[in-house]
C-alpha cells in the first residue's frame, strides 16, 4: 500500500567585508501569508506575518551597519548594537535569516545572545534552552520564512569572509540558498588525484587503491560496507573509511563513479560521472564543507558547479546550464561478511584510506538525532529510520521502510510498486526494473530522503 503526505568571534573581524547593495524599499509592503501543514503548527507554533518586497533604506542601512561595517572597522560597537536594535524592531521575520548565517560563525557568549534575542524577537519565538542558532533555523525552516531582495549577496559576503573558497560556490542558481549553512569543515578545493596531500578538510579519495576480499583481514564480519556492483565488477567502501573521506572518484566496471557519503543523512550514493555531453569534462566530486538541511553539498572541482547530492542534479554553474543529471546505481548497505559471502570476488578499498581514524557517527556522534537544524519533518516514520529509496519510471520518489521490507522479503512476499521490485542482495536491500535491471536505490534516513523528495510515497505491506 501507498500512502502520500503533502569561529570565535574575533575572527569576525580578520577578513574585511564589501558593502551590501540592498535595494531601498518604498513605503508600506504587503505581508505574506503561508499555507503549514497541522504537525508544523503543533511543533512550531503559528508564524509571524512577514512582509513581501525590498527593504526599506533605514532598515537596508542597519543591515549593512550590522552585517557589514563591522569588519570594516573591525570591532562590535554602540553602532552596531543600535543599528541590531533596529532591526529586532522592524518586525521583518526574512531578518532572521542573517541573523542565523552570522550566529553560525560565532561563539562568543555576549554576540551570540545578542543575536539570539534580535533573532527570536524577529519571530516572536521565546528563546529556549538549546541551542540559540539551531532553534531560531529551525523555526525559519519549518515556517517557510522567505528571504528578501539582496539576501544570498548578504550571505555570500559573510561566508565567504571566512572560508575564500566559496567565492564561487555562493551563486544564483537552482538552489535554496536559506537551507544552506556550515557543516564546521572548510572546502576540498584539492586538484583531481591529490588523495594523498593533506588538507583542513574532509578529503575526498580519488582512484582510491583497493585490495581482495581475503587481503581485507583487517574488517570484522559485523563491519558495515557499501556494495556497488557495475557491469559484473563488485566492490566494498567501508563505512570506516566513508566516514572519513565522504566522498570517492572511481572507476568500477569499466564505468566512472562519484560516490558521497553523508554521515547526517546514513545514506551512501553512487554516481555514473562518464558519459558526458561533448565537450564536458568528467565531474570530479568533492565535499564543500557546506550542508542543506544537513544534508553535505557536493560540487564539482572542474567548473565549481554545485549538486543537489541526494538528486544528482547539477543545481549552479556551467553544469546546471546544460541540465546535467547524473544516473545512479545502486547502493547495497550490509554487513562485510554477508557482502562477502555472496560476492567472493568483490574487491574492497584499503584499510590505509581511513588514515588511522575509526569513526561511527551513526552510533555516536548523530545517535540522539541530526546534529544541524533541519526544520520540520514528515511525521509518518522516525526522523532517523532507516529506508530503502528509489524513484519510478513514472517519476514518482517511493520510500521502503527498510526493517518492514526486510522482514517481508525473507518471509518470501513481493514487494512491487509500479516498475519497481525489492529483492535481497547480500543481507542487504536493491531495487530492480521488471528485467532486473538496476535502479539506482539506496539507504537513507527517512528525514532526509522525505525533504529532499517531499512528495514521496511510502510503502506499507498489506495494501
Known sequence: MLIKSKLPFRFLFAVPLLVLGLL????????????????????????????????????????????????????????????LETIAASGDPRLAWLISDMMRFSFRMSFDQAMAEAGAT??????????????????????????????????????????????????????????????????????????????????????????TAEEATWLDDDDIVFGIEVNGEYRAYPRQIMEVR?????????????????TLCGAAQAYFTDNMPDGVERPI??????????????????????????LGRAVTGPLAEIGLQLDQASVVTTDWASWREAHPETTVLVEAL???????????????????????????LPVQEDIIGVVTASGTPVAFQRSTAMAALLSGAEIAVEDVRLELDAGGIRAVGPEGEDLGSHQAFWFAWSQFHPDTELWEPGG
Not at 36 to 64: C, H, K, N, Q, S
Not at 185 to 197: C, E, K, W
Open 285 to 310: 566530486l568533492r565535499t564543500s564543507g557546506l550542508l542543506i538541511r544537513s544534508n553535505k553539498v557536493m560540487y564539482d572541482i572542474n567548473t565549481y558547479s554545485v549538486f543537489d547530492t541526494f
Open 122 to 211: 524577529l519571530l516572536q519565538i521565546e528563546p529556549g534552552a538549546g541551542n540559540p542558532q539551531e532553534e531560531i533555523t529551525n523555526h525559519l525552516m519549518a515556517w517557510e520564512i522567505p528571504d528578501f531582495p539582496g539576501y544570498l549577496e548578504a550571505k555570500r559576503r559573510i561566508y565567504t569572509a571566512f572560508v575564500p573558497g566559496w567565492e564561487r560556490i555562493f551563486v544564483e542558481g537552482d538552489i535554496d540558498w536559506r537551507m544552506v549553512s556550515w557543516g564546521g569543515v572548510l572546502i576540498d578545493d584539492r586538484p583531481y588525484d591529490t588523495t594523498d596531500t593533506p588538507c583542513n578538510c574532509i578529503p575526498a579519495a580519488d582512484n582510491p587503491e583497493v585490495e
Open 246 to 262: 565522504e566522498m570517492v572518484n572511481d572507476t568500477l566496471g569499466g564505468r566512472h563513479l562519484g560516490i558521497p557519503y553523508c
Open 24 to 83: 531601498p524599499g518604498a513605503g508600506a509592503i504587503a505581508q505574506q501569508e503561508v499555507d503549514l501543514p497541522d504537525y508544523v503548527i503543533e511543533e512550531f507554533g503559528t508564524p509571524p506575518a512577514i512582509p513581501e518586497g525590498p527593504l526599506p533604506d533605514e532598515l537596508a542601512e542597519a543591515v549593512r551597519v550590522t552585517f557589514v561595517q563591522v569588519f570594516d572597522q573591525g570591532a562590535w560597537t554602540a553602532e552596531q548594537d543600535a543599528a
Open 354 to 380: 581511513a588514515l588511522g581514524r575509526d569513526f561511527d557517527f551513526r552510533n555516536g556522534r548523530d545517535a540522539d538525532g541530526p546534529i544541524f537544524p533541519i526544520g520540520d519533518v514528515d511525521p509518518r
